[in-house]
């Protein structure tokens, strides 16, 4: 993973209207942002500008009248202080223009890159293992010294002369005329970008409430597998096993494959994962190890008192909750309220945000620079594939009987490791007993992946290897002069193999982070398309971890294996991506729905795309898994980067495959800079953005 703090978000244009957050009041319809300035005011500007600066300014004195216009508010100073405003900024003359944009480009590559800086520096104690954490660092560690950058630049004017005299962009513009622009136009597009939404700040307060609020909701949903009966009172999970919804309910399905009863506890686990979906489980089993809870019948009871296990910081519910009901009460669609609150409080953004009007638009124009029906294709692609049918015919060969629902998370392809991973720990933990072994053999490290010891000499100056208290993280420089962090946990006997792992993958962004901000010819550029890039970049390094210990590569067996494990991993995520999707679109249709409404549009949502694309490959109806993911509740569309993030991997690793060198092919792809993501890919591999590589690969394998 990689942390940017959330005002370099805002400054990249990547932080779709505040990205974190869930508070229900806000029933009353949004409010609207008005422009200050009559319309007969900015038609004679315009005419009075054209005939200053002389016909050929006309397009751009209208679209800069428009765009500044649109975000001036009455306290940002009467009609004709705008008015003077204008006539005082607008620059029809290119070489000035030019100028102001070169010191446009340097200012802001100085504010990210030491707000960046600062807010590292704050996070000292809190995200390093250098020594106990006192409250203060945690008040440090909230503090973000650039969350009133954007407003402070509006309130300043530097906003509106950028609005005035560049300009914004829709995602449409960018596709369509992208490919022709310079790189000085794709510079300035990400200039003005930073300003084509002002959404008041008491506005993102209450998306964050709401996203908080979903988040620790997600964060105690707690169930206690023990205390999960079948029909006869058997306990086929053992004590103290406490599996947080959906991540680890699905972790353990996929472990139980080797186990001997595994057939019974996975059947169980989809049954939760089922009631937790359409809100038929019982209120009193979440997070409660005082009650038994039978789910195929539904039915609850107190536990046996030696059956009860300790708790230690698990919040219990109230006591009149654990008793046995005969008929238990459901949770009351908690879930989508809480889902719900967070698209109330994103719609709040939506008059503040002219050119991206809703949340879906703000999410894959502005966050992804994908159109959203491109990405539903890229999902039907895979989903629609006939391979599928063909790698579920291999599973169920493998299994020795017909899928199941739950199959969908079958993992038996993922080839076992050659090595204990105690033999690697040890061998890790001796080659890198600190800090300073690792941060000492990054150059071989990098030599080893195939970059020339020049650049991975110049690369090893350029990131700093820190020990992290938590599992691990890149940091980006934002600014030239400053390094990118490498974070990664240092155990007291020195690196385990799991730390080495994270370290490789860091070192991955690291190194995409050093070529994207001192490689590119415009800093406004620095960086990838989204996310999906950043990951499939690091992914890039981790496969060859093992490698780089010098052990064996992996053979053309678990090659063709990992092809098949990815596949199907693809082709299970893009379900739910597609059912987060749906919902919102709903939300939007619907935006006085109850949270008893959103429940029943998901699971018919759920169904129905389960119907559509596994139905027939599992040849069961009507399952509604495809909604059980806790990203939904609190993220507000974050499920299609996922399988995006598959795809990107593969394109790109297939041709690196091709290239000459890892190194010189990483490097190439790296600095061209955060252009729109097929811009960027056919610069890379010379295609955009496709499933087609991962479809060849599957297709190999399955041969
Ligand atoms: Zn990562």
Redesign the pocket.
Known sequence: ??IVLPALLLMAGLLAGGETTVSNETTAPPQTAQSAIPAELKDRLKRELAAKYGEAQRARIERGIEQAAGLWRADDGSPEAFAAFARDNFIADPAALSENFQHFQYAFEQLGGYLNEMGRELRHWTDLDVGPLLPIDRIFAAYDPGAHLIEDLFSNKAGFIVLLNFPVTTLEERLKEGGKWSRRQWAEARLAQQFSKRVPAEVNQKISTASAEGESYIAEYNIWMHHLVDSQGQRLFPSGLRLISHWNLRDELKADYNDPKALAKQHMIAKVMERIVTQRIPKAVINNPRVDWEPFANTVRPAPKEEIETVGQASLPAKDEQAGMPVPQPEPDTRYAHLLATFQAVRLADPFSPSMPTHIARRFEEGRELPEARVEQLFKDVLGSPLAGRVAALIEQRLGRKLEPFDIWYNGFQPRGRYQEAELDAMVAKKYPNVAAYQADIPRLLTGLGFTPERAKYLAARIVVDPSRGAGHAMPALRRGDKPHLRTRFEKGGMNYKGYNIAV?EMG?NVEQVFSLYNVDHTLLAGVPNTAFT?AL?FVFQARDLELLGLAKPDAESERLRVLNDFWMTYEICGPALVDMAVWHWMYDHPQATAAQLREATVAISKDIWNRYYAPVFGRRDVVLPGVYSHMVNLMMYLPDYPLGHLIAFQIEEQIKKGKSLGEEFERMTSYGSVAPDLWMEHATGRPVSAQPLLRATEAALK
């Open positions: 993973m990689i993958h962004h990951e690091a």
